[in-house]
């Protein structure tokens, strides 16, 4: 079955450093987004993208974090300048269609620790 | 806005028990409602889901019913193994918000099934 696939599985990053995290969501998807969760919270939404622009973004989501498709297989989320509050596990999800009661396929996340 | 209230973990049991993970909701519109699992190691998985009142969801012995007069999902599941230690998230999606909406998502619950 397709899987959505994120890499690095776990990033160790100093504060106020820049780190991309990247997605490959499944192949046929035109629905892409970005969730995280800070350890016992909850899972939050940050953005999601469809035809190469944001379609919603949260308010977590500031000028801080950007997204972007280079290619036709990737998708990444760059935080610009983390902080201490940015540890968390991020989420990438795609889903194929736009139907609210669509699923989303997520991958195994990435696990961000900023010293 | 939209929320989603989950009961509190960890939930212990023993093998063969029978297993209630209580999930209530807030939502602006007809929402659709779900239950994600996050097993070790791995992404956030779609156990299953409801998108209208009294509909029950199922998957692998877990069932679900879409209680609107209660706004409640809870998760059940008759005879619980070792193997479905995990995560489980419930989550919506109102359709009311946008075409594209994301998911809204609960903290979660952290089952552990002892032999």
């Known amino acids: 079955e397709p899987e959505v696939t994120q890499t690095p599985s776990h990033q160790v990053t100093q504060m106020g450093q820049e780190v991309i995290l990247r997605c490959v969501p499944i192949?046929?998807?035109?629905?892409f987004y970005w969730y995280r969760q800070i350890l016992g919270q909850k899972v939050e939404f940050l953005v999601s993208?469809?035809?190469?622009?944001?379609?919603?973004k949260s308010e977590i989501f500031d000028d801080q974090f950007s997204v972007e498709r280079p290619d036709g297989s990737n998708f990444t989320l760059k935080i610009r300048s983390t902080k201490l509050e940015d540890s968390a596990m991020y989420f990438c999800?795609?889903?194929?269609?736009?139907?609210?009661?669509?699923?989303?396929?997520f991958g195994n996340g990435t696990r961000l620790t900023v010293t | 806005g939209n929320s989603v209230t989950q009961m509190e973990g960890p939930v212990t049991l023993s093998e063969e028990a029978f297993l209630t993970i209580n999930c209530t909701y807030t939502?602006?519109?007809?929402?659709?409602l779900f239950w994600y699992v996050q097993y070790p190691g791995e992404g956030l998985q779609l156990l299953l889901k409801?998108?209208?009142?009294?509909d029950k969801g199922s998957n692998k012995g877990f069932e679900a019913t879409y209680r609107k007069e209660t706004t409640s999902f809870h998760l059940e599941k008759g005879s619980v193994q070792v193997s479905d230690s995990a995560v489980y998230f419930c989550?919506?999606?109102?359709?009311?918000?946008?075409?594209?909406?994301?998911?809204?998502f609960g903290k979660g619950t952290r089952l552990s099934v002892i032999a």
């Open positions: 939502a602006t519109g007809y929402p659709s």
């Open positions: 999800a795609s889903k194929g269609d736009q139907m609210y009661n669509s699923p989303l396929h």
């Open positions: 989550a919506l999606s109102d359709p009311i918000i946008s075409g594209n909406t994301p998911l809204v």
């Open positions: 993208f469809y035809n190469n622009e944001i379609s919603e």
């Open positions: 192949s046929n998807h035109l629905y």
């Open positions: 409801a998108t209208k009142a009294d």
